[in-house]
Structure formats: structure tokens, C-alpha cells
């Protein structure tokens, strides 16, 4: 019997509480009520310094390396900030410079949903930069996507999620990917990736 695909959730914040960490928190779990074995790397908890390879590469990094190249698939959330995603996202995605040299390279043939949350309503702006990224990585973006603004209004005061759709997106980003990797692993490829279609955002028409 196969060993179900590996699908790893990366994002968060360094405030705590963190509703980007809580958001990618619940896409996991769609994942794995979708049949996948699931991680979280929360990079509040990595500690990786600022990216640069010219003293050497540092444990966390490593670490995060070695985890993101042995998933199937991969779920990415940051905080909206200015406009794009937070400096402590962009750092983590930079180390992945270690995987270059990898058979395949970077992040080739995975799937990966991408999730904000924003104190406005500007979310989509940061998933645009995380598209740009995936593509430079050689990895494969799920059409649909989730941005939730307005996150106080979705979160409470500790941080946890009080909106029951919302929730029920984020299984559902969670699912998505998950039926990718399998499609992956099955036929080398998707069917978006294939056709080459456009994201959508979840929750809206």
C-alpha cells in the first residue's frame, strides 16, 4: 500500500498570537482529513537569521530545507504587510536557495496553496508575490486560493478562528492540495498544470 502523500503547512508570524499561523493551522488539517500526513513549520519557532550562504548554512535552515524538499505538496501563509507578504516569510522562501542543487531543483513538481491574512482588505496582494515565487521555484501554484481580510473580525482577541466558513475554506485549500499531490504522484502531473488556469479565490463569485 502506498504511504499517503506528505503535505507541509509553512507561514506564520512573529506576533503571537498569530492568525496567518492559526489560518494555516486549519488548511492542514483539511489536508489531512483529505488523507495526507501533514507538518507545520512555523517560523516564529525556526529562529532562521537573515538569509546569506557566506558563513556557512545554519541548522534551522537545514532543517527547513530538508522538510519542504521531502513533501509532497505544500501549504504557505503570511500576514499581509504593506502590501506583500512579511519579511520573516520572504527570509524563510530565501534559504530554499538550498535546494538548487537538489534532483529535481527547488520545489519541482509540487503543489502549492497559498493563504493570507490581512487587517484590510489587500490579502490578494501578498498571495500575487507568494505566485511569483512559486514560479521562480519551479513549483506549481492551486488555482484556488485564500485571503482572508479583515482578520480581526475572523479571529478573536487570542487568536483563534470564530468564522465557520472561513474554516470550511481553508479544509477545503487544504483538500485541494492534497488531490493534487496525489494527482502528482499518479501521473507525473494535474490537471492546472496541464491547462495552465488561472487562480480563484475562495468565498467569492
Known sequence: MAHPVLVVGMGGSLRTPSTSLTALRVAVEGAAAAGADTDVIALSRLDLPLYTAEHGVPPAA???????????????????????????FKNAVDWLALLA??????????????????GGVQ??????SMDFIVRALRGWSVPLVMAVPRSTRVFDADGNLKDRVVAEQ????????TRAALQFRAE???????????????GET
Open 101 to 118: 542543487d537538489r534532483d529535481p531543483p527547488y520545489l519541482s513538481n509540487k503543489p502549492v496553496g497559498m493563504l493570507t491574512t490581512a
Open 170 to 177: 481553508l479544509h477545503g485549500l487544504g483538500a485541494e492540495v
Open 123 to 128: 490579502g490578494l496582494q501578498a498571495i500575487n
Open 188 to 202: 507525473g502531473t494535474c490537471d492546472y498544470a496541464e491547462g495552465g488556469l488561472h487562480g480563484s479565490v475562495l
Open 62 to 88: 537545514r532543517f527547513l530545507a530538508d522538510l519542504v524538499y521531502g513533501a509532497d505538496a505544500l501549504l504557505w501563509s503570511s500576514p499581509t504587510y504593506h502590501g506583500s507578504v512579511s519579511g520573516a
